[in-house]
């Protein structure tokens, strides 16, 4: 397996608090990306970065931020929580060529009460 | 903008039957097509990728092909088990995503295989 890791696995969170999601990879990996899954929705990008400092907004980038300081740390910021946020987070990494596979961390599922 | 599509939405059949899953996408520039497979629960585990260039890829039991003119890929899954009932995913990476590299995925075939 991949070595991507996700954290927490899982939390519980208030309305309008900030909340933290962190992907770690051991891969050296230049892309990673942020995707949450909800039913009905599948999966859709939220933010990716291409390189250290270098990030991007996906389809669903509204009430998020994040940031890359080092390669293999991928921060994804919930800067108030709402309802609507609560939902299954996956981080994803890549390298760069076409040959190259995606792979999943284990997803950390988010409740916002 | 690239779109996804996976048809059935679920599929029941009984241990040992040969199946296709289906995959369908709008816009043929792409690098490559994977297959994923998600337990409830858990995370996404990569299947199979094929690149843009090959017709079809190998991997045990499990079988991709790729038609990129036509926008289709099928999983063909040999000799089913009750281990194979999952929700299998198909994702495309868009050339015209640029930079982002990013995937666009199916909403997935639940397949639930029947002892």
């Known amino acids: 397996d991949a070595g991507i890791t996700q954290s927490p696995r899982h939390k519980v969170t208030e309305t309008g608090t900030p909340v933290t999601l962190r992907c770690h990879q051991t891969e050296n990996h230049r892309y990673m990306y942020w995707y949450r899954q909800d039913p009905g929705h599948g999966l859709r990008l939220i933010h990716y970065?291409?390189?250290?400092?270098?990030?991007d907004k996906g389809e669903v980038s509204d009430g998020y931020s994040v940031s890359r300081s080092k390669t293999e740390d991928f921060l994804l910021t919930l800067e108030s929580a709402t309802s609507s946020q609560t939902s299954v987070y996956f981080c994803?990494?890549?390298?760069?060529?076409?040959?190259?596979?995606?792979?999943f961390g284990q997803g950390t599922r988010l409740t916002v009460v | 903008k690239q779109e996804v599509t996976q048809i059935p939405a679920a599929l029941s059949v009984p241990e040992g039957e040969n199946l296709v899953l289906n995959c369908s996408f709008t816009d043929s520039a792409i690098y490559n097509l994977q297959w994923f497979r998600q337990d409830p629960g858990k995370g996404l585990t990569s299947l199979l990728l094929i690149q843009s260039s090959q017709r079809e890829q190998t991997s045990g039991r499990l079988n991709a092909s790729l038609d990129k003119s036509s926008g289709r890929s099928t999983l063909y899954i040999a000799a089913s088990q009750p281990g194979d009932s999952a929700t299998y995913l198909c994702a495309v990476r868009d050339i015209s995503s640029g930079s982002a590299r990013q995937l666009t995925f199916g909403s997935g075939t639940q397949l639930t295989v029947l002892p």
């Open positions: 994803a990494i890549s390298g760069q060529g076409a040959r190259t596979e995606a792979f």
């Open positions: 970065s291409y390189g250290v400092k270098d990030t």
